[in-house]
């Protein structure tokens, strides 16, 4: 019996093999079809150090996305913090109030919203951090997002999106980046060769916008690094505070260290 002990084990292994690897293949097959489905996601440039870009983003903001969506969580005096002086923000900031202790909320009530979009759009406030997720960053999100929006007249708004197909909202931006077309072609589904599913190609440019492809992404970038900072208006102090705070760490270890030394030289 011990001598037949190493085939048992080798039969039962090959049994479970063959009935495991149908399994095996169909869940290969569906990540493959998941991931060729699903849009690249983006690299969005890292801008909150540059206070020209956050500057220039929250113009952006203010004018294209504060119309619907609110920022409640922020206060218009903190965009001190970007370089902005308090004549600046009362005039290229602030539409509704002169009070720069107020947060940035908008005129629209969710029951209007809920009228007008079906649903209430969502507050801004740390909506980067909220998307971050294992395929990228929330600023990665909402870079890749404004850069996919395209023409689709079977969409009540008459946009969708790459990103979120189906989406609500329409191009805010629209009149800087232009009409475009997604390009789709059909190819069959490779966990289940009888089905087919869009695949995006690229995108064609059905009506120029008032600036160029390149000229709008860097309008893009500048807003998603104003949202990033948005989140966390002390990510740059927390980092200053870090590095500071990891140097005096190096020192202090140097330090004790030769202390030990020191104190430790005469044992054996």
Not at 46 to 68: E, K, P
Not at 164 to 191: C, I, S, Y
Not at 229 to 235: G, I, L, N, S
Request: glycine share 6%.
């Amino acid at each position: 019996m011990p001598d037949q002990l190493p085939e048992i084990l080798r039969r039962i292994a090959a049994r479970l093999l063959r009935g495991l690897l149908p399994w095996l293949l169909l869940g290969a097959a569906t990540a493959a079809s998941g991931a060729e489905a699903a849009p690249r996601m983006l690299h969005a440039p890292y801008l909150v150090g540059d206070m020209r870009a956050l500057q220039n983003g929250a113009h952006l903001f203010v004018n294209y996305c504060l119309n619907c969506h609110s920022a409640q969580y922020m206060r218009y005096d903190a965009l001190r913090s970007i370089g902005l002086s308090d004549a600046q923000i009362k005039h290229d900031m602030m539409f509704t109030s002169n009070s720069l202790g107020k947060t940035m909320k908008v005129s629209l009530t969710p029951a209007q919203a809920s009228e007008w979009f079906g649903a209430t759009p969502p507050d801004l406030s740390v909506i980067e951090r909220a998307l971050g997720s294992s395929r990228g960053s929330g600023a990665d999100f909402l870079y890749t997002y404004l850069l996919s929006f395209y023409r689709d007249q079977a969409r009540p708004t008459g946009w969708n999106n790459l990103l979120v197909p189906g989406v609500a909202m329409p191009n805010p931006l629209w009149r800087l980046q232009g009409e475009r077309a997604a390009l789709m072609r059909m190819e069959p589904d490779p966990g289940d060769p009888s089905q087919r599913h869009p695949v995006f190609q690229g995108y064609r440019q059905l009506r120029p916008g008032l600036l160029s492809a390149k000229m709008y992404d860097s309008q893009i970038a500048d807003l998603v690094a104003y949202m990033q900072w948005m989140a966390e208006p002390a990510q740059l102090e927390r980092k200053r505070i870090g590095v500071m705070v990891l140097l005096f760490l190096v020192v202090f270890t140097f330090i004790t260290w030769r202390l030990k030394s020191e104190f430790w030289k005469d044992v054996k």
